[in-house]
């Protein structure tokens, strides 16, 4: 195959709707903008001076009229003789967001409305020799859904109709439902509403000689006790011809950094027209298996296919796969109706440690290869394990996917359906949604990181039949399943066919008699915690304790970004906790809850904080909530995953995230990095016994002596004895348990400080505001450079809470409390001794 980019030299126009074809585009048009593809079209109407980033200030809302206009993407080309002469010439658009139709050399060659699968067309018979025109008219898609669509749905479908802050109304559309786009772009509670169009993935004229391979499909069929690995693979080589029978060999080959692995060949396979499905297994002597991060490494096998059929040579892209079976684990605890919810890996039982990923910008084809790379490192250093993709966003880049899997990251993939219902009734929305999905399945399938599909978010949690015929109106039938039969039974049949290796769930939540049971399936923990209308719920830490869940796939709480992302957001202008743009960059669900923590945790007047201060208590309720929570969940024995809502931004704003949009750190990150240690101590009170659990994430067993016992906050009493840790590879278990002793809550805490691997841990207890804390923590410093880095070890002969190294740096650990006695050593990345300062609470 020979490949032609047609990425570049592209100039843009806008037109009213009723412009329907490119000569009157041309007539009409006012202004050009030469850009190149992938673009949004606000990018180079950003880079003209036409409008401003829509992510900062209140800016969104002046570039709303983009939804309101077709938008012209017009390039020339040239093809040779020789292009002409080959046997399919196919035009390539990976992603079109949203409704397009494209012309070639003024003849308009094909339609489509979703930017969740490719376009795809055969164009020799439009092409000429020497120059062409290619002409893609684009537009949201929202303008084509009537009143009436959407009343088809009985208006079932949420959407912020006010934002609760400003009265804005920007956000939330209803009509989002009918069209295959980013559902996020109309305004989300944790996000602008920037409805993207454009062409948004990359373009190209792909030549084929006689053959084309279609499909290549490797999965492990088995781990074998001898070390060795035996691979499926299935192969779809089109032959172009509609008449004639073709001879072809092809070679499929597995490698090794460099070493050749294995080699499978088909000889003299005769092809008939159209598909031609090839099939094989494939030992690997000696595999190295791949892993989630933690749980050891992630080796990955170079795949080469190629074919040659009448002396013409194609290949398929290589392909980079992980030795890895991966398998849901849903059988019964023996309790009632209860069943595990687990993820096994290569037969091991993984504990999912993550968050929801989310498009990492408004306007999401800006997002750079680097800031993906930043992404998916600063979840490495945070110890997660998993992403969920949440389904109201998109099927992220190819480069995201590669990142994951050499990472260890796995994926609970969701399809791209999200708090709504759909017309499903209706046979053309069913056909795209069953194209789009078999086209992502084919696509990502191969990628190791994927552990699971699903399909959807929330919808079922929503829309659950016995309560949505009062609240929304809904009446199911097996003719009218409002977006069910997607998930049910169109996603099963195609993940049956594309990838049946792959564990799939119907939704997020799901599982049970309703969805979201605690005894089946996953949860997202909201109405117990955040979401509750008892203002004290919501702040409180030990609701954490109580839950019984099976996987924990969505909770969340809100804190503030940094001061020097605040900035940036605003643009230059004052910073005012009354204005309207820091009431816009608030979450919806916001609701005065930090306030209302920073009251609670710390004897502080709250609203009268200054803005550095007010940064700072709400940082550490967000990492105190986000960080207790985590270490609740994972100590639960019968729970397999604890997944927060959510991991990264769209913009910056007052929100649910540990890493912000301009990729900085929020102070939640370290208590969400401590609590996803891969060796982790936690202690909890259960029915008046004290339980200490070692979690040992590793694939190596762990001994270390400890000193158990309790320590007062001044460090004048420590009644301590010794304790033996002894934590297997891959496990979670209890190291002590005893009845609760009889101690002052208020002047010291029960610990457990072991000489070295784990960190030390306390049974919390009360309020911090409660706590009889030492006026002067007397945190004792020493700091060092180490080449490009300094240590900072600080000390404290009392209890030293919130310690933290000032400033805009990435620390190795921060934000953290000292037991008396003991010391800390931390890595600043990047940091010039001299420019570093220690602090710490000091109780007023």
Not at 309 to 325: A, D, L, N, V, Y
Not at 508 to 520: L, N, T
Request: glycine share 8%; proline share 5%; hydrophobic share 35%.
């Amino acid at each position: 195959m020979k490949k032609i980019s047609l990425n570049s030299g592209w100039k843009l126009c806008d037109t009213g709707f009723s412009v329907k074809y490119p000569a009157e585009a041309v007539k009409y048009a006012q202004n050009w903008y030469p850009c190149q593809v992938p673009c949004d079209v606000r990018m180079p109407l950003m880079e003209h001076g036409v409008i401003r980033d829509p992510v900062l200030a209140c800016y969104a809302y002046d570039s709303e009229w983009i939804e309101q206009r077709a938008w012209w993407y017009f390039k020339s080309f040239s093809c040779s003789r020789e292009d002409l002469d080959a046997e399919a010439v196919e035009l390539a658009a990976e992603a079109i967001d949203t409704r397009c139709d494209v012309f070639l050399n003024g003849i308009l060659i094909g339609s489509q409305a979703n930017v969740h699968r490719a376009f795809q067309k055969d164009v020799k018979e439009y092409l000429t020799e020497g120059e062409n025109c290619l002409a893609i008219r684009v537009t949201t898609g929202l303008e084509e859904v009537t009143e009436a669509d959407v009343g088809d749905l009985h208006y079932a479908v949420c959407h912020e109709t006010l934002h609760n802050r400003c009265g804005d109304t920007h956000r939330g559309d209803m009509r989002r439902a009918f069209v295959r786009r980013p559902q996020y772009t109309i305004g989300w509670d944790w996000g602008p509403r920037v409805v993207t169009c454009g062409i948004v993935g990359e373009v190209s004229l792909n030549i084929y000689e006689k053959i084309a391979i279609r499909e290549l499909r490797v999965s492990t069929a088995e781990i074998r006790p001898d070390g060795s690995a035996l691979l499926s693979v299935m192969v779809n080589i089109e032959n172009l011809s509609l008449f004639a029978t073709r001879d072809c060999d092809a070679r499929l080959t597995v490698k090794y950094r460099g070493r050749l692995c294995g080699q499978l060949e088909w000889k003299r396979e005769l092809l008939t027209g159209g598909y031609n499905y090839l099939e094989g297994t494939l030992e690997i002597p000696d595999a190295k298996l791949w892993w989630p991060n933690g749980y050891g490494e992630q080796p990955l096998y170079d795949v080469s296919l190629t074919a040659v059929c009448e002396g013409k040579e194609t290949s398929f892209p290589m392909q980079q796969i992980g030795i890895r079976t991966v398998r849901l684990d849903l059988s019964p605890t023996g309790k009632g109706t209860e069943r595990i919810f687990a993820i096994l890996v290569n037969g091991v039982r993984i504990f999912c440690k993550g968050g929801d990923w989310i498009p990492a910008d408004s306007i999401y084809a800006r997002v750079s290869r680097e800031k993906y790379a930043r992404l998916v490192e600063e979840a490495v250093c945070a110890n997660f394990n998993t992403f969920r993709i949440w389904g109201g966003g998109l099927y992220e880049k190819e480069y995201f996917y590669q990142l994951c899997d050499q990472k260890g990251i796995l994926l609970w993939q969701d399809f791209m359906f999200a708090c709504s219902t759909y017309p499903d009734h209706r046979e053309e929305f069913a056909e795209e949604c069953r194209r789009e999905l078999d086209y992502q399945t084919k696509r990502l399938r191969n990628h190791p990181c994927i552990a699971l599909f699903c399909g959807n978010n929330e919808n079922q949690e929503i829309f659950y039949a016995d309560e949505s015929q009062d609240s929304w109106g809904l009446h199911y039938t097996r003719n009218r399943q409002y977006g069910m039969a997607v998930s049910n039974q169109i996603a099963k049949t195609v993940m049956h066919q594309n990838c049946p290796d792959i564990p799939y769930w119907n939704s997020s939540p799901y599982g049970g008699q309703k969805p979201a049971s605690e005894g089946i399936g996953d949860v997202h923990h909201w109405g117990a915690a955040m979401m509750n209308p008892d203002m004290e719920k919501r702040i409180d830490p030990f609701v954490y304790d109580r839950l019984g869940a099976k996987f924990v796939s969505e909770y969340g709480y809100i804190g503030p970004c940094s001061l020097e992302t605040i900035r940036e957001y605003f643009d230059g202008q004052p910073i005012d906790r009354d204005s309207e743009i820091w009431k816009l960059h608030n979450n919806n669900f916001e609701k005065d809850t930090v306030l209302a923590g920073i009251r609670k945790h710390y004897p502080l007047d709250a609203a009268a904080l200054s803005l550095e201060d007010y940064i700072l208590y709400a940082g550490a309720v967000h990492g105190l909530i986000l960080g207790y929570s985590l270490e609740a969940i994972r100590f639960k024995e019968q729970c397999h995953g604890a997944l927060f809502w959510m991991y990264n931004d769209t913009w910056g704003e007052v929100g649910w995230t540990i890493v912000d949009y301009y990729l900085r750190r929020k102070i939640g990150f370290y208590g969400v990095k401590r609590a996803f240690s891969p060796l982790k101590l936690s202690m909890r009170a259960v029915d008046g016994q004290l339980l200490v659990q070692a979690c040992n994430d590793t694939p190596k067993a762990v001994s270390v002596k400890a000193q158990f016992g309790y320590l007062s906050f001044d460090g004048t009493e420590a009644r301590m004895q010794p304790l033996e840790i002894q934590a297997p590879a891959r496990s979670r278990q209890y190291v002590y348990e005893g009845p609760l002793p009889d101690y002052n809550a208020k002047a010291g805490r029960l610990a457990v400080i072991p000489e070295g691997l784990f960190e030390p841990c306390v049974l919390r207890a009360g309020d911090l505001k409660d706590w009889n804390l030492p006026s002067d923590p007397q945190i004792r410093v020493e700091i060092r450079q180490e080449g490009e880095n300094a240590a900072v070890t600080v000390s404290s002969p009392v209890y030293a809470h919130l310690v933290r190294v000032q400033g805009d740096f990435r620390c190795s650990d921060n934000y953290f409390d000292l037991l008396p006695g003991q010391s800390k050593t931390v890595t600043v990345y990047g940091a010039e001794a001299s420019g570093i300062s220690v602090r710490a609470y000091q109780p007023q």
